[in-house]
T-cell receptor
Framework: ETGVTQTPRHLVMGMTNKKSLKCEQHLGHNAMYWYKQSAKKPLELMFVYSLEERVENNSVPSRFSPECPNSSHLFLHLHTLQPEDSALYLC???????????FGPGTRLTVL | EDQVTQSPEALRLQEGESSSLNCSYTVSGLRGLFWYRQDPGKGPEFLFTLYSAGEEKEKERLKATLTKKESFLHITAPKPEDSATYLCAVDGGGSQGNLIFGKGTKLSVKP
């Protein structure tokens, strides 16, 4: 595997389910990010981790819970989501904060 | 408040017809401007980083330029495979790692 990978690529869940999105970067980077991309809207930054420590939380609802166990892996735990949370969730990594970010393919999430 | 505005929202070109995409920004202190290309159903692909006014970067048919208020992505003699959404993002020196993205320009190149 190379670059940034994300699993699953597609996810359909009910509002009462609990699921997790996984991201792995194979670039040796020190920073990782979660973004939300909705139709007709700019990418929205959700969380930033640098050296496994969270450095940014952009007023994201608590039903989204990130976890960064090491510098190569990032998770986004989901619970009791709303239909408006349906979107493409993108993971990215960079050598360090403020450097160019490299994105994974995204997880297309649908909440029923 | 930091803002990034991209224009036009959509652009249709004939193969070989050169044009430019615009990214206007308002930030307190520019730390970097980034261009990305995004194909449908995929994550954004990094193209260029520009740091200071007057800087230019080139890659194949693409050339990015930067002034104190805006950046242009010039596309010379485009091909159908250049069709994609082009995103501009700015690091305005605010919160760590917080890039401000524009909504993008959707480019279609017809043969």
């Amino acid at each position: 595997e190379t670059g940034v990978t994300q699993t699953p690529r597609h996810l359909v869940m009910g509002m009462t389910n609990k699921k997790s999105l996984k991201c792995e970067q194979h670039l040796g980077h020190n920073a990782m990010y979660w973004y939300k991309q909705s139709a007709k809207k700019p990418l929205e930054l959700m969380f930033v981790y640098s050296l496994e420590e969270r450095v940014e939380n952009n007023s994201v609802p608590s039903r989204f819970s990130p976890e960064c166990p090491n510098s190569s892996h990032l998770f986004l735990h989901l619970h009791t989501l709303q239909p408006e949370d349906s979107a493409l969730y993108l993971c990215a990594s960079s050598q360090e904060i403020r450097r160019e970010q490299f994105f994974g393919p995204g997880t297309r999430l649908t909440v029923l | 408040e930091d803002q990034v505005t991209q224009s036009p929202e959509a652009l249709r070109l004939q193969e070989g017809e050169s044009s430019s995409l615009n990214c206007s920004y308002t930030v307190s202190g520019l730390r970097g401007l980034f261009w990305y290309r995004q194909d449908p159903g995929k994550g954004p692909e990094f193209l260029f980083t520009l740091y200071s006014a007057g800087e230019e970067k080139e890659k194949e048919r693409l050339k990015a330029t930067l002034t104190k208020k805006e950046s242009f992505l010039h596309i010379t003699a485009p091909k159908p495979e250049d069709s994609a959404t082009y995103l501009c993002a700015v690091d305005g020196g605010g919160s760590q790692g917080n890039l401000i993205f524009g909504k993008g320009t959707k480019l279609s190149v017809k043969p």
